[in-house]
Structures are given as C-alpha cells and as structure tokens.
C-alpha cells in the first residue's frame, strides 16, 4: 500500500486549505485511517483519523472544531479540511492508514504511511 499526501502550502493565519491522500488500492473501505503532523523540534502528533465508511472520526483537541477529515473510498482517497489556520498548525501533516475498521484513538498503530506533506501558516 502506497499513500501520496498532497495539498500543503503557504497560507495567511485563518486561511483554508485541503490536503489530499491519495492511496494505491481499491480495498480502502478495509482501513482505517488518520492524519498526524511533525512541527520542528517536535514529536509526531495525532490530528484526525476517521472509521472505514466515514461514520466516525475523532480529533485532536488543538484542531477540534477547525479541521474535518473525510474519505471517498470510491475514489481510494482521504481528505483533511483545514479551516481557521493558525502558526502553530505550521508542520509536515503525514497520512496513515491501518488494516481495521475502526480504533480511531491517537495511540493506535498505523501500518502504512505518506511521505508528507508541508504546511505553513504565516503573514
């Protein structure tokens, strides 16, 4: 399984932006799947992650109410809307999926990955 993340950018504090994750198979509907960031000098950290049909998510606290994950299984591909961004959103955001349905908690492990996509939210 190939994951190809894409959609990062420069963006002004409380711009928009979408990143996409494209994914190589057409048995999506079989992972779940999750959006995690890495900022400089800091550990990788949950985002979103999001049930094998799209019926549950679950967010990180910090992009609660500001960023929506989705999915279109149809089109193997994984969505994080990023709404309101701050400077501190600034990372590289990575796209995971693991081989269940649901386990939607930051802890779970993901068995493949994105290369990543850089994000930057500056004036």
């Known amino acids: 399984v190939q994951l190809q993340a894409s959609g990062g950018g420069l963006v002004q504090p409380g711009g928009s932006l979408r990143l996409s994750c494209a994914a190589s198979?057409?048995?999506?509907?079989?992972?779940?799947m999750g959006w995690f960031r890495q900022s400089p000098g800091k550990e990788r950290e949950f985002v979103a992650a999001?049930?094998?049909?799209?019926?549950?998510?679950n967010y990180a606290d910090s992009v609660k109410g500001r960023f929506t994950i989705s999915r279109d299984n149809a089109k193997s591909t994984m969505y994080l809307q990023m709404n309101s961004l701050k400077p501190e959103d600034t990372a590289v955001y990575y796209c995971?999926?693991?081989?269940?349905?649901?386990?939607?908690?930051?802890?779970?492990?993901?068995?493949?990955w994105g290369q990543g996509t850089l994000v930057t939210v500056s004036s």
């Open positions: 995971a999926a693991a081989y269940r349905l649901y386990g939607l908690g930051p802890a779970e492990p993901y068995d493949y």
């Open positions: 999001i049930s094998w049909n799209g019926g549950s998510t």
């Open positions: 198979i057409r048995t999506l509907s079989r992972y779940a």
